[in-house]
C-alpha cells in the first residue's frame, strides 16, 4: 500500500520482504539536505567507491584527481608501477596540492609538490623535501638550528586512501579499516569482471550530464526495466524483455536483457548472447551491451539531495570510434536522456511532498536491493 | 535536462558544452560559473553561453572595461555570471573571461566584496 502524507498512514523501515507493504525507502530519504550530508560517511565514506580507470595512468607519476563527497584524492601510478590513492591534502599545513585533472585529462609529474610553501612528497607519500627554511630556524631568535627537529619522511607523508581493483576498474575505501574488503563487497561480479580482457580497451567517449534529481532516483530508474516498454520504445525493439533476467546479488545487481535476434560474437566483449548491465553499490554500473564490443561506465556522483552528475565513460577497441561505435554511443545517449526526463519528473514529484514511501512491484526486486543497502547504510 | 518548472521566472540563459551536447537553462547567472567547474573538473571541457536574456549592451570586448561598466548597475559586485554572459555577447568565452578575471585579481586591479562577484578598484 502506497503510503501518503495525509497525517494518518505511518511509513516503516524498507521490509525485508518484497511483498510486505513497506518495501520502499521513504520518500524523505530522497529530498532531505541532512540525508545528503549523512550519506557523505554513511555511504560514500563507508563502501568501496569507484574511483577510475587504470588504463588512463599507464606510466609512473601519471594521475588523476577525483573528488568523492567532501573527499578529493589524487590518483597515481607509483615507482612499482602499482595504483596508490591519497587525500589530495598537504602533510604540512593542509593545502589543496595539486589542481582537479579528470582522468580524460590526466596529468604527470615526477613527485608531488604542494604550492603553498613547497613541501615535496614521492609517489609513494613519503615526504621527499622541504625548503631550507623548516630546517633552519634563521628567522626565529628563540630557537636554535639544532633544536629544529628532523622531518622523517614516512611519518610526514601523505594521507593514503585504501585501494583495490577489478581489472582497471579502481576502487578506494576512506575508511581506515573498511568493514568489507572489494572482494566482498563485489563477490561474483569481481571474478565475472576480471574473466574479461576489460584493459585491453580504451577509453574513448565520455559525457557528464546534470541531472535534477536526488542519485538514488536514478539508481532505482537505471536498475529496473517496467518503465523500458512505454519509454525506450527505440531500444525495446530490439529486445525480449519477457525472456530477461534481473539478477540480485549483496551489493550488486544485475540487468540481462536477451535480444530479439542473436548477434556476431565479435559484437561483445562477453559470452552470453545478451546485453549484462551491472549496478555496484552504491553508485557505479558496468554496462556491458550486447551490441557492441565494448563496455560502458556511469557513476551517479551526488551534487546535493536534488541533484547529481552522471558520468558516463566509454570503453572501445581503439579510441577512434567506428561509425557504427558512433551510432551506438548516441544510442546511448538518447537512453540517458529519455531516463533523465523520467527520473525528474518523479523527483519533482517526489519533492511535492505528498508521497511519504511509494510501493515496489514484484519485478522491481532490483530497486528493492537498492533502497534495502540504503537503509542498511543509514542504519549502521 | 533542465528543469522548466520555474518558467515564470525571468531566465539568464542557457549553456551548452559541445562535447557533452547538453544545453541547460540557467536562472541565477552564478549557477553558469558553479556548473561551468563543476563540469570542468571532470571533463576538462569548456561550457559556453549559448544564448543570455542579460541586454547589457557592452561595446567591447576587455574584460576590464566591460567590468567597470557593469559595476554601477552592480554596487556589491558584478556576478562572474553576469560578466561572462555579457562578454559572450562579444565573442568571448567563460573561460577567456575567467582567465582574464584571475590575471586582473593576481595584479590586485579587482577585489572580490562577495564570493564570485568582482568590482574594478
Ligand atoms: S601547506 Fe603544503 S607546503 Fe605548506
Ligand atoms: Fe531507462
Ligand atoms: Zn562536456
Not at chain 1, 625548503?131 to 634563521?138: C, H, Q
Not at chain 1, 548472447?273 to 557513476?299: L, S
Request: hydrophobic share 35%; proline share 4%; aromatic share 10%.
Amino acid at each position: 500500500m502506497t503510503r501518503w502524507n495525509d497525517g494518518h498512514d505511518e511509513i516503516g523501515a524498507v521490509s525485508a520482504d518484497i511483498t510486505e507493504e513497506t518495501n520502499a525507502l521513504p520518500a524523505q530519504y530522497f529530498t532531505d539536505p541532512d540525508v545528503h550530508e549523512m550519506e557523505k560517511e554513511k555511504v560514500f565514506g563507508r563502501y568501496w567507491v569507484y574511483a577510475g580507470h587504470a588504463n588512463r595512468i599507464p606510466e609512473r607519476g601519471d594521475y588523476f584527481t577525483r573528488t568523492i563527497g567532501d573527499r578529493q584524492i589524487i590518483v597515481t601510478r607509483d615507482d612499482e608501477g602499482g595504483v596508490r590513492a591519497f587525500y589530495n591534502v598537504c602533510a604540512h599545513r593542509g593545502s589543496k596540492m595539486l589542481d582537479d585533472t579528470p582522468m580524460t585529462d590526466p596529468g604527470s609529474l615526477s613527485r608531488i609538490t604542494c604550492p603553498y610553501h613547497l613541501w615535496a612528497y614521492e609517489l609513494d607519500g613519503d615526504l621527499a623535501s622541504t625548503p631550507k627554511s623548516f630546517e633552519e630556524a634563521s628567522l626565529n631568535p628563540d630557537l636554535d638550528d639544532d633544536a629544529v627537529r628532523e622531518l622523517d619522511p614516512a611519518e610526514n607523508g601523505l594521507m593514503e586512501v585504501n585501494l583495490d581493483s577489478i581489472g582497471p576498474l579502481v576502487f578506494v575505501n576512506f575508511q581506515d579499516d573498511p568493514d568489507l574488503t572489494l572482494a566482498e563487497q563485489a563477490g561474483s561480479m569481481k571474478d565475472e569482471l576480471e574473466a574479461l580482457p576489460l584493459g585491453e580497451y580504451e577509453h574513448a567517449r565520455r559525457y557528464v550530464s546534470e541531472v535534477e534529481c536526488n542519485w538514488k532516483t536514478f539508481s532505482g530508474n537505471y536498475s529496473e526495466c517496467d518503465h523500458c516498454q512505454a519509454n525506450h520504445q527505440d531500444w525495446v525493439r530490439g529486445l525480449e524483455l519477457m525472456e530477461s533476467e534481473l539478477e540480485v546479488n549483496d551489493y550488486h545487481w544485475i540487468l540481462h536483457y536477451q535480444h530479439k535476434e542473436d548477434v556476431d560474437d565479435e559484437m561483445r566483449i562477453h559470452e552470453e548472447h545478451e546485453a549484462k548491465f551491472y549496478y555496484f553499490w552504491p553508485n557505479f554500473t558496468v554496462n556491458m551491451y550486447g551490441t557492441a564490443d565494448g563496455y560502458g561506465t556511469y557513476i551517479i556522483d551526488p551534487i546535493d539531495e536534488g541533484r547529481f552528475q552522471l558520468v558516463a565513460d566509454y570503453y572501445f577497441r581503439d579510441s577512434e570510434l567506428t561509425d557504427e561505435e558512433e551510432k551506438f554511443v548516441q544510442t546511448s545517449r538518447q537512453l540517458q536522456e529519455e531516463d533523465f526526463e523520467l527520473v525528474e519528473r518523479q523527483y519533482e514529484g517526489l519533492r511535492s511532498g505528498a508521497l511519504a514511501q511509494a510501493q515496489l512491484g514484484p519485478n522491481e526486486h532490483t530497486v528493492h536491493k537498492l533502497h534495502r543497502l540504503a537503509q542498511e547504510a543509514y542504519e549502521a | 535536462m533542465a528543469s522548466t518548472t520555474d518558467a515564470e521566472r525571468p531566465h539568464a540563459g542557457t549553456i551548452t558544452c559541445a562535447t557533452c551536447d547538453f544545453h541547460a537553462v540557467i536562472t541565477e547567472p552564478n549557477d553558469a560559473i558553479e556548473r561551468y567547474r563543476r563540469h570542468r573538473s571532470v571533463t576538462g571541457h569548456d561550457i559556453k553561453w549559448e544564448r543570455t536574456a542579460l541586454d547589457a549592451g557592452l561595446d567591447t570586448d576587455d574584460v576590464e572595461s566591460a567590468l567597470d561598466a557593469l559595476g554601477d548597475e552592480y554596487p556589491d559586485g558584478v556576478p562572474l555570471g553576469v560578466l561572462t554572459a555579457a562578454l559572450s555577447e562579444q565573442e568571448v568565452t567563460i573561460e577567456a573571461t575567467l582567465d582574464a578575471i584571475y590575471d586582473l585579481r593576481m595584479a590586485g586591479a579587482i577585489y572580490e566584496p562577495r564570493d564570485d562577484h568582482v568590482l574594478v578598484v
